[in-house]
T-cell receptor
Framework: AQSVTQLDSQVPVFEEAPVELRCNYSSSVSVYLFWYVQYPNQGLQLLLKYLSGSTLVESINGFEAEFNKSQTSFHLRKPSVHISDTAEYFCAVSGPYNQGGKLIFGQGTELSVKP | DVKVTQSSRYLVKRTGEKVFLECVQDMDHENMFWYRQDPGLGLRLIYFSYDVKMKEKGDIPEGYSVSREKKERFSLILESASTNQTSMYLC?????????????FGAGTRLSVL
């Protein structure tokens, strides 16, 4: 069975500081990995994904994540955060054989960026 | 852009009422999903559907049913609403493995059961 653990429920950080949101997964088969972001009172939006190929993936707004197979991790990083990055972030795992394309989500990490 | 539309942003219902939550997607996706989101628990899958008239239970199906009569529409039904079903409900759609299992979400329906 697949599972996802987000190691921090809340991460407070000052504006322009670096941030890392941690995600570990378990799966016995090949995986797809995702980070979704949820701004207040909105649905989830895809931030970035790893399906295959390069283990380092980037988003258009400066976030990046690295697929580390040996450590079964997919941590999300940004070198300098903005107030507008305040949101909840969800890590998710799936795979090419998941029935119906199911995703397994972590419990979420609230990122709070303070001025 | 993929658009997933949930019919209501906010709903207030009374205990025992039958509640319908509607979700429509415009990308001809085979797969559709209903989740509930509660603080500290993340997203939990209620039901999903991988084809018209097909449905599968997720992790927490008790107290819910679903209907998918047309490909673009997936309805979540609370047969007799209870206060412990007060939550945020999120609908999603996906092309499945051909699309890397990427799911596209609606804006959510915040349901309060009094």
């Amino acid at each position: 069975a697949q599972s996802v653990t987000q190691l921090d429920s809340q991460v407070p950080v000052f504006e322009e500081a670096p941030v890392e949101l941690r995600c570990n997964y378990s799966s016995s088969v090949s995986v797809y990995l995702f980070w979704y972001v949820q701004y207040p009172n909105q649905g989830l939006q895809l931030l970035l994904k790893y399906l295959s190929g390069s283990t380092l993936v980037e988003s258009i707004n400066g976030f990046e994540a690295e697929f580390n197979k040996s450590q079964t991790s997919f941590h999300l990083r940004k070198p300098s955060v903005h107030i507008s990055d305040t949101a909840e972030y969800f890590c998710a795992v799936s795979g090419p054989y998941n029935q119906g394309g199911k995703l397994i989500f972590g419990q979420g990490t609230e990122l709070s960026v303070k001025p | 852009d993929v658009k997933v539309t949930q019919s209501s942003r906010y709903l207030v219902k009374r205990t025992g009422e039958k509640v319908f939550l509607e979700c429509v997607q415009d990308m001809d996706h085979e797969n559709m999903f209903w989740y509930r989101q509660d603080p500290g628990l993340g997203l939990r899958l209620i039901y999903f559907s991988y084809d018209v008239k097909m449905k599968e239970k997720g992790d927490i199906p008790e107290g819910y049913s679903v209907s998918r009569e047309k490909k673009e529409r997936f309805s979540l039904i609370l047969e007799s609403a209870s206060t412990n079903q007060t939550s945020m409900y999120l609908c999603a759609s996906s092309l499945g493995a051909l699309g890397g299992n990427i799911q596209y979400f609606g804006a959510g329906t915040r349901l309060s059961v009094l």
